[in-house]
């Protein structure tokens, strides 16, 4: 057994990763079901708006620029100022204000309202809101005046000089069909009596990306300059998960300025834009996408890949908040008796990984991966989700797809923590004279270090090769942890028994005996079964080796499974499952390289030691 200066680099390792752990689960790792009660008392809907005449500008200018006298307003243009209303009707009502089309795919259901052309009602058929199956579906898009507005907009900014209504959110548009499904398109008409005929095809696929594409017909005597937008507006600020892990908000990869990500609070803090506006504009990019990510879903608008583009972060200040992406295209102009266009895809839907990269490819989008957070550690985060994924298609569950992960990765790691457990191994056998030395040497640390070294140099061990069983685990365990926790293929993913939900804590605990008292335990004393076992297992991998003799390195052994028994106890399912296992194949491990190495295993030795009192040292002895 190493001495008390032998072992500070060992005790060092483990308690800084039991701060950092603590650090982990203080600032990212509040349980979700104390966010899910959150927003279940966030009763009180956000405030719609309404926005006030359009934009115009040249590219490169964001600066609102009062559109043709006595203009309806437009839908959120870029640029446009919201202003509240008081009224707030229920979602049904809301819906039922304008005529609409429906949108029906195999994943998605909901409408586009014809007054305005926008797409402002999205369900998503392939998730709800809680594990039971009976739960309401999840809810992407709302329309404006109901609860919670979030959707869609496009359109046309005019050019100097241009004073022809343009349309906007107060716009009747015709639709040439009923429903829009995969193969049926619906396209748009709205003709301003003044020589010009918009029109609005919007198609869908089979998930959740829509293809828009706008048309001038200009049938009047002149040219007309627009400037076509797309953009994703949301009123109020969401409750949002609280987590430093997980960024929920404004989040875009606009052209060579790579990945932007605004949080709610963050984009308040930006630049005046002018009047109520604050926020931050990218001008004369090409490439990328704009949009708002919850921790699941998402939404945003993706500009011509091919054109110039201003993009821009914005909030509205003046009375309930109004955040909104969007952005400007470059001008179009349309000779008299032509037609010009401009071509917008909108994401609105979960951020599944297939999906996502799916559309990065097929659709050619600059980065869309990064709709996700995969976070720093993405060369670690990422592969680690595709080979638990792999494992889960081959066999049908995520827990068992973590635990054969867990596996591999010990594989992986097995010759590092074979020469670790071989060096503690050798450690232990040149144990009798360490405590020689010590002896030797009891008033003179410089000299009683010397001497070990040298006696390491002679027997070729690593004093710090105990450390690694320790710390090759964190970032492994912060990629898992990351994996479970963003990527939407673990919600409500079941393992066996009472684990219904991978990504959320395992919901028994032992203070209501697992469920067989008859009430509910608070989210801070959930301590379930499976953290218990981690905690087990922990504590049988410590007993494995011989007792420390220093006392207070003792008790930082002894206290130590209880302590990450109780921490783990509000971290996801899943992490926690890996953790026992991966605790589990280090025991079985652990002691076959000991017996190989003829070490004793001081597991039960150890543990009855915890009800027998030993004597006390000799005096003069440390």
Not at 400 to 413: E, G, P, R, S
């Amino acid at each position: 057994m190493m001495n008390r200066e032998d072992n500070k680099n060992l005790l060092l390792a483990i308690v800084l990763s039991a701060v950092v752990l603590l650090g982990w689960n203080y600032f990212y790792g509040v349980p979700q079901m104390e966010q899910q009660r959150r927003a279940a008392q966030q009763t009180q809907p956000a405030q719609p708006g309404v926005v006030t005449p359009t934009p115009a500008g040249a590219p490169g200018s964001a600066a609102p620029v009062a559109g043709a006298p006595g203009a309806a307003a437009p839908g959120g243009a870029p640029g446009t100022v919201q202003t509240p209303v008081t009224a707030v009707a229920s979602r049904d009502a809301a819906l039922a204000a304008s005529a609409r089309v429906v949108i029906e795919t195999p994943r998605i259901s909901g409408s586009l309202a014809l007054l305005g052309g926008r797409i402002d009602d999205v369900s998503l058929k392939a998730y709800r809101e809680t594990v039971d199956a009976k739960s309401p579906n999840i809810i992407l898009f709302s329309p404006q005046n109901g609860p919670n507005p979030y959707y869609a907009d496009f359109g046309w900014a005019a050019g100097a000089g241009v004073s022809t209504p343009l349309p906007t959110a107060q716009t009747l548009w015709t639709a040439d069909q009923t429903k829009l499904t995969p193969e049926q398109p619906v396209t748009l008409s709205w003709n301003n009596g003044q020589g010009l005929v918009f029109k609005r095809t919007i198609s869908v696929d089979a998930n959740a990306m829509f293809f828009v594409n706008d048309v001038v017909e200009n049938s009047g005597g002149a040219p007309i300059t627009l400037f076509p937008w797309g953009l994703v507006a949301r009123h109020g600020k969401p409750v949002t998960q609280g987590y430093f892990v997980l960024h929920e908000g404004l989040i875009g990869v606009i052209g060579s300025n790579g990945l932007q990500e605004y949080t709610y609070d963050n984009v308040e803090k930006e630049a005046v834009l002018g009047g109520s506006q604050r926020g931050k504009v990218w001008k004369d990019v090409s490439s990328g996408f704009l949009g708002i990510t919850d921790k699941y879903w998402a939404a945003a608008v993706i500009p011509d890949q091919e054109r110039k583009f201003e993009g821009r972060f914005s909030v509205n200040m003046s009375g309930t908040r109004t955040f909104q992406a969007d952005y400007l295209g470059e001008a179009v102009t349309i000779a008299p008796g032509a037609s010009a266009g401009a071509k917008t895809r909108l994401f609105a839907g979960a951020k599944e990984v297939a999906t996502v990269d799916g559309y990065e490819k097929s659709q050619n989008i600059k980065r869309f991966d990064l709709m996700i957070d995969w976070g720093w550690f993405y060369f670690i985060t990422k592969p680690m989700f595709y080979a638990i994924d792999w494992f889960f298609h081959l066999t049908g569950n995520f827990g068992i797809a973590i635990l054969l992960v867990t596996v591999v990765l010990k594989l992986l790691f097995f010759p590092l923590a074979n020469k670790s457990y071989a060096s503690m191994a050798k450690m232990k056998a040149v144990q009798p004279e360490m405590m020689a030395i010590r002896d030797r040497f009891a008033d003179d640390k410089m000299k009683q270090q010397q001497a070990l070294m040298e006696l390491y140099k002679k027997e070729k061990i690593n004093p710090l090769a105990g450390c690694w069983p320790v710390l090759i685990q964190i970032p492994v365990f912060f990629a898992l942890y990351k994996v479970l926790f963003v990527t939407i293929e673990m919600r409500h993913a079941p393992f066996f028994g009472w684990i219904r939900d991978l990504a959320a804590p395992d919901p028994t605990s032992i203070f209501n005996l697992f469920g067989l008292l008859p009430f509910a335990v608070p989210a801070a004393l959930l301590l379930g079964v499976w953290p218990i076992l981690m905690g087990i297992t922990m504590f049988v991998q410590m007993k494995l080796n011989p007792e420390p003799t220093d006392p207070v390195q003792k008790m930082v052994f002894t206290w130590m499974p209880v302590f990450f028994t109780f921490l783990l106890g509000s971290f996801p399912a899943g992490l926690v499952i890996y953790w026992t296992w991966n605790n589990f194949l280090s025991i079985a491990q652990q002691a076959y390289i000991m017996k190989k190495f003829g070490t004793k295993i001081e597991l039960w030795d150890n543990i009855k030691g915890m009800f027998v009192k030993k004597p006390a040292p000799d005096a003069g002895k440390s």
